[in-house]
């Protein structure tokens, strides 16, 4: 199986910067996307930047020449730098993994997984 571990977040003031991390674990083969997905109260979960397996990235306009997404292969971990953070980037950041897993019996098998979420707040 695969488990995915969210850090970072928390409360930041308006300009101010925030990072988060998501690290894959378990019985894993290879990582296709990795990405980042935010929901604010009553509004549908969104997705905010991804990052391929050949090293491509694409953020939402929301965010362009703000955040930036990057990925470490070796540790199966991505990252959300967040700067000059806006009150409208207030929600719940998850991060989303999908690749293969190897399972028991040495066979490869596709999985897709979510983060447990973390709060982002920013408010003066």
């Known amino acids: 199986q695969v488990q995915l571990v969210q850090s970072g977040g928390g409360l930041a003031q308006p300009g101010e910067s925030l990072r988060l991390s998501c690290a894959a674990s378990?019985?894993?083969?290879?990582?296709?996307?990795m990405e980042w997905y935010r929901q604010a109260p009553e509004k549908q979960r969104e997705l905010v930047a991804r990052s391929g397996s050949g090293g491509e990235t694409n953020l939402a306009d929301a965010v362009k020449g703000r955040f930036t997404i990057s990925r470490d292969n070796a540790k199966n971990t991505v990252y959300l730098q967040m700067n000059s953070l806006k009150s409208e980037d207030t929600a719940v950041y998850y991060c989303?993994?999908?690749?293969?897993?190897?399972?028991?019996?040495?066979?490869?098998?596709?999985?897709?997984?979510w983060g447990q979420g973390t709060q982002v707040t920013v408010s003066t």
């Open positions: 378990g019985s894993i083969a290879s990582i296709n996307a």
């Open positions: 989303y993994v999908e690749g293969y897993r190897t399972t028991a019996f040495g066979s490869r098998r596709f999985f897709s997984d």
